[in-house]
Every structure is written in C-alpha cells, then in structure tokens.
C-alpha cells in the first residue's frame, strides 16, 4: 500500500513538472508571438514612413499605380517558343563605360553602328582603336520604371510636320507606348504598348484612315519595334510574364507596396519581370508568319530592348546591360573586330 503511494506520489509530481514545462513553453512561443508581430508592425510603419528615403518612391512620392489590362492566359501558353534557344548562341559586344545600349542604328555607309543608351546619351562606335564616342546627347530626366509600374495612360503618338513646324497627336491614351514605325507602303502605323503587351495598328491611308486597332497580343513586354528590308516586323520583348506580373496588373495596391520597400532598383525589376529572366525576339513576316527567337536560359540575350537585322545579323540591344548581343542568322555573316 506504502509502496503504491509512493508511486502515485511520483506521478503527481511528474505530472506537476511536466504541466509546469508546458506552461513555461507556452509562455515563450506567445512572447516569440508578439515579438514577430511587433517586429512585424514595425517593419510595416518603418517601410510606410521610409524615413531614411531608402525606396524608389522616395524620388516621386506622390506616384500612383493604376490597373493594366493583362493578355489572356491562352495567349502565354499558345504563343511559340524557340525550342532550339537560337538566341543562346549570339555573341555579346561589350561597350565598355556606359550601361543600357537599348536602340541600335547601322549607318549605311559603313560607319557606326549607333546606339542610344539609358542615360539619354547616343554613342557612335569609331572602330577598334578609338572606341565607343558619344554622338550626341538628349536629356537624363527618365525614370521608365515608375512609369512602367505605374500604368499611367497619359501615353501618346505625335506627329510632327516638318515643313509648318506644327506637332499633332496621332494617338492618345496609351500606356507606355514604346516602338513606333511605318509598315514597308506607309499606308499604317505600328505601336508597341509595352505594359499591356499589345501592338496597335493606326492606319493612315485607305478607307480606315485615322481607325487604331489591336493587331497582335504578345506573351512579354514589346520594347522597340523595327522593320527589316524585306518589310517583316522585328519585335524585342524583355522576358515574358510572370504571375507576379499579372496579378499586380490588376491590384494596383500591390505594384505601389513593392516600391515602397527599401530594396534596389534591380531587385524589384527582377521580381516582376521573372528572377531569371530570358531574351525573347518576334519575327511577324508580310505574310502574317510568326517566327520566334529566344535564348530560354538567358546565358547571353535577356532585357531585349530592340533587334535590328543588318545583312545576315542581328543587332540586340538593352535598356539594362552593359553590351550589345550579336546572332549571325548566316553562317558567313561578320562582326566587328572587338565581338
């Protein structure tokens, strides 16, 4: 009897101990618990407030986001892809001291190649011993980001007559319209409305002179737009959507909370604009055949900015990198000396 008390007893005081251990840990998993959520709440008025002016934001405080239309999900998945990655196998230019080749022009007299870069300037290439020279200069006051992230619709496409001096809007309404060029006959217009991923149509001569309409929905964002000799439409896409991208196009709230992290430039372009981001090039012939460049594992082309085709190459330029990339579409094509 003695001995079954005893036993009772340890019980009890085990018991006692192990609701005491179990009292003691719930107290520190509900002090961890509000520990996070201060951290939490402060973190949240800490990035609100940004008092050390950390996020992008801070440059433009009064920025405001709006909805983007998005491409249909048949339009991702039904869009080609270059199973080949094509594209993998270009060379890379590098131009060395300034950042962003995005536009490329080929003079045809055999001097340049030009290029516009992201600081406003436009460089002229004088050959392996002189180098790269700036060419001319237009104005460092851009911040394209904001703008793409915003959504704003202020866009429009001028008209500018040489000889009254006179400027007209052709279009009105877009959102970050980007490329712009005349088909081969000069009868319409094509624009690249990067943020909703479309490509419009203005016709200026025949019967629908003054009509715009949609006339092709892309899977990424169409930057610069160009035609080759043969009149075939190149289109230069960044990457193509993420869901990241998609889901912030309709919740403008989202774009404007990502932005008010305290976090580079870079960062956020990557993480709306995929973390691996690969090249992407379109090819839309006379006919209305689609041709499809990509480099998928964005080893050499990503942040396609503009492709131009010069006899059997072509000329990729980026907003984002330091170098122009180089496909030879023939195996007899050449490059310049320094590629």
Known sequence: MGEACCGTTNVQKHSTRSQRKTGVMNQLHARRAELCLLV????????????????????????????????????LHSFPRDLESRLSRSRRWSVGGFMGPESIALDPTGGGP?????????????????????FAYSSKNRNFFLLVLSGDDSGRV????IKSGETSVVIEGLQFPNGVTLNKDESFLVISESVTGRLLRHWLKGPRAGETEVLVVLPGYPDNIRLNSDGDLWVAMHCRRNWISRFSGSHPWLRRAFLQLPL???????????????????????DGDLEVFEDV??????????????EGQLWIGSVLLPYISVHDLHKNSSLPDNV
């Not at 870079?266 to 691996?276: A, D, V």
């Not at 594992?297 to 010069?310: P, R, T």
């Open 297 to 310: 594992s964005g080893s050499v082309v990503k942040y396609a900015s503009e492709v131009d085709e010069h």
């Open 40 to 75: 939490c709440v402060f973190s949240a008025v800490f990035i609100a407030l940004d008092p050390f002016h950390l996020s992008i934001l801070s440059a433009d405080p009064t920025f405001q986001a709006k909805r983007v239309p998005q491409p249909p999900l048949s339009v």
């Open 114 to 134: 030009y290029t516009g870069v992201a600081d406003g300037r436009i460089m002229k290439w004088h050959g392996p011993e002189v180098g790269w020279r700036e």
């Open 264 to 286: 580079p430039f870079t960062y956020i372009y990557k993480l709306f604009h995929g973390i691996s981001p690969h090249g992407i090039l379109a090819k839309y012939t006379t």
């Open 158 to 161: 001028l008209k500018y007559d």
